[in-house]
């Protein structure tokens, strides 16, 4: 079966960091494109990030860019997600999940979802 596994959320004050982990298994690292996702209270959720299936070629939604980086790690089957320079509005539970296909898409188009954690950015 395939399961992934987030971890690492916690509440951090406004410009502090946290790096969250989504341990992989059940399926073959490399062939899937993995993605962060994330959503707030009263929101959708939407994208964050995502390593694409096969040249592992990675793509930040625009509130990430110049903060977060993520990574992978394929011996591990696990990839990260380093945020930086926390904001209030980056308040979400935040996902991992996998789709068998070339890139990430919306929520409503990826296969597999692990639970969430939760990210609290205290002002």
């Known amino acids: 079966d395939v399961q992934l596994q987030a971890s690492g959320g916690g509440l951090v004050q406004a410009g502090g960091s946290l790096r969250l982990s989504c341990a992989a298994s059940g399926f073959t690292f490399d062939d899937y494109a993995i993605g962060w996702y994330r959503q707030a209270p009263g929101k959708e959720r939407e994208g964050v990030s995502c390593?694409?299936?096969?040249?592992?070629?990675?793509y930040l939604a625009n509130p990430a860019k110049g903060r977060f980086t993520m990574s992978s790690d394929n011996a591990k089957n696990t990839v990260y997600l380093q945020m930086n320079s926390l904001k209030p509005e980056d308040t979400a539970v935040y996902y991992c999940?996998?789709?068998?296909?070339?890139?990430?898409?919306?929520?409503?188009?990826?296969?597999?979802w692990g639970k969430g954690t939760q990210v609290t950015v205290s002002s």
């Open positions: 999940a996998a789709a068998d296909t070339p890139r990430c898409g919306t929520p409503s188009r990826m296969q597999y």
């Open positions: 390593i694409t299936r096969g040249d592992g070629n990675i």
